[in-house]
């Protein structure tokens, strides 16, 4: 449903498109226009997508052309659903933040992660990086926090069945066994989290498109429909592994368990990694947090070489 939004970026970069270019606001020149300037003057590689091409394909799908069936009306629902989200103003202009939407495009395989990202950008900029110091940037308190609102986001598996919840680990509710308190800021921090995916996944009910075009876009496991509620209890695995700098797997987690695990830090990296290529580039405006994505994605690497070192690290039953 969002791949109109291929052809917006790609008009938006082409210096030749003086209505949809971006890169030289309110008419002063930048260096990075400059750069794509002359990349177009040598190579002439702009647009990279055309509106033809974006028709081409966005038109009559392989089952329909089997079936002796045109369709030629997904461009213009297409175009509606970016609207509706607020990722282009009416003219086809940008409306966001251009490499949030680059970022969002390349994130086509796990849509509904993607569009959920983009939609907390401006509170991890403001929490993580706006008027804060270096110091406040590197320490693991705050890349704690970072992963925290992370995973709410873009991991969102539920708790197993009488095992404490990532909820309960940050203390945002008090503990079953009610050893452990509630933590003011960590509850703060989690519902204002809550609060943006239920106010994300309001605006995909409100678009005028069909159910199924929707469920592409909505998270698996939806945010609470009540205010100033948790949500669902999710679970603390991939939370608790990065955060203590677990050497692998713990002793009582099953192959299975291990390889789910794996998964999804594995999952995880690759988002961080889609995100910190996108937001890294200096024309955008949250190129602050590009340290917080490098820094989560260098422990995930070391966490998954140890996890990988031990789950091929197994006894030979052959042997007798």
Same mark, same amino acid.
């Given at each position: 449903?969002?791949?109109? +939004?291929?052809?917006?970026?790609?008009?938006?970069?082409?210096?030749?498109?003086?209505?949809?270019?971006?890169?030289?606001?309110?008419?002063?020149?930048?260096?990075?226009?400059?750069?794509?300037?002359?990349?177009?003057?040598?190579?002439?590689?702009?647009?990279?997508?055309?509106?033809?091409?974006?028709?081409?394909?966005?038109?009559?799908?392989?089952?329909?052309?089997?079936? @002796?069936?045109?369709?030629?009306?997904?461009?213009?629902?297409?175009?509606?659903?970016?609207?509706?989200?607020?990722?282009?103003?009416?003219?086809?202009?940008?409306?966001?933040?251009?490499?949030?939407?680059?970022?969002?495009?390349?994130?086509?395989?796990?849509?509904?992660?993607?569009?959920?990202?983009?939609?907390?950008?401006?509170?991890?900029?403001?929490?993580?990086?706006?008027?804060?110091?270096?110091?406040?940037?590197?320490?693991?308190?705050?890349?704690?926090?970072?992963?925290?609102?992370?995973?709410?986001?873009?991991?969102?598996?539920?708790?197993?069945?009488?095992?404490?919840?990532?909820?309960?680990?940050?203390?945002?509710?008090?503990?079953?066994?009610?050893?452990?308190?509630?933590?003011?800021?960590?509850?703060?921090?989690?519902?204002?989290?809550?609060?943006?995916?239920?106010?994300?996944?309001? =605006?995909?009910?409100?678009?005028?498109?069909?159910?199924?075009?929707?469920?592409?876009?909505?998270?698996?496991?939806?945010?609470?429909?009540?205010? @100033?509620?948790?949500?669902?209890? +999710?679970?603390?695995?991939?939370?608790?592994?990065?955060?203590?700098?677990?050497?692998?797997?713990?002793?009582?987690?099953?192959?299975?368990?291990?390889?789910?695990?794996? @998964?999804?830090?594995?999952?995880?990296?690759?988002?961080? =990694?889609?995100?910190?290529?996108?937001?890294?580039?200096?024309?955008?405006?949250?190129?602050?947090?590009?340290?917080?994505?490098?820094?989560?994605?260098? @422990?995930?690497?070391?966490?998954?070489?140890?996890?990988?070192?031990?789950?091929?690290?197994?006894?030979?039953?052959?042997?007798?």
């Amino acid at each position: 449903p969002t791949m109109a +939004l291929q052809q917006a970026l790609a008009a938006s970069n082409d210096p030749g498109d003086t209505k949809h270019f971006i890169h030289e606001p309110d008419g002063e020149t930048t260096p990075f226009a400059t750069a794509i300037r002359r990349m177009q003057t040598k190579q002439h590689c702009f647009p990279t997508v055309t509106e033809e091409q974006e028709k081409w394909m966005t038109n009559t799908t392989l089952e329909e052309f089997c079936n @002796n069936k045109t369709s030629d009306e997904y461009l213009e629902l297409s175009q509606s659903v970016i609207k509706g989200l607020g990722y282009v103003h009416d003219d086809m202009t940008l409306a966001m933040d251009h490499n949030v939407l680059t970022m969002v495009w390349e994130m086509y395989d796990i849509l509904p992660e993607g569009i959920n990202l983009a939609a907390i950008m401006d509170q991890l900029f403001v929490r993580f990086c706006y008027n804060k110091t270096k110091s406040f940037k590197e320490s693991d308190a705050t890349q704690n926090d970072f992963l925290s609102v992370l995973l709410h986001t873009v991991d969102r598996v539920p708790a197993r069945e009488g095992e404490e919840s990532l909820q309960e680990l940050l203390r945002v509710v008090p503990s079953t066994d009610g050893s452990r308190s509630v933590n003011v800021d960590a509850k703060e921090l989690w519902l204002e989290t809550e609060a943006i995916l239920q106010d994300q996944k309001k =605006l995909i009910d409100s678009l005028d498109v069909d159910q199924a075009e929707k469920d592409k876009m909505q998270l698996v496991l939806a945010p609470s429909s009540i205010d @100033n509620d948790p949500g669902v209890p +999710l679970d603390k695995n991939v939370y608790e592994m990065l955060v203590s700098k677990q050497k692998g797997f713990r002793e009582d987690q099953t192959v299975e368990q291990r390889n789910e695990l794996k @998964n999804r830090i594995v999952r995880l990296g690759q988002i961080c =990694l889609v995100a910190h290529n996108n937001l890294q580039q200096p024309h955008g405006k949250y190129s602050a947090l590009e340290v917080h994505f490098r820094r989560m994605f260098s @422990n995930i690497k070391y966490s998954v070489a140890d996890m990988m070192s031990q789950l091929t690290d197994q006894e030979d039953l052959t042997e007798v």
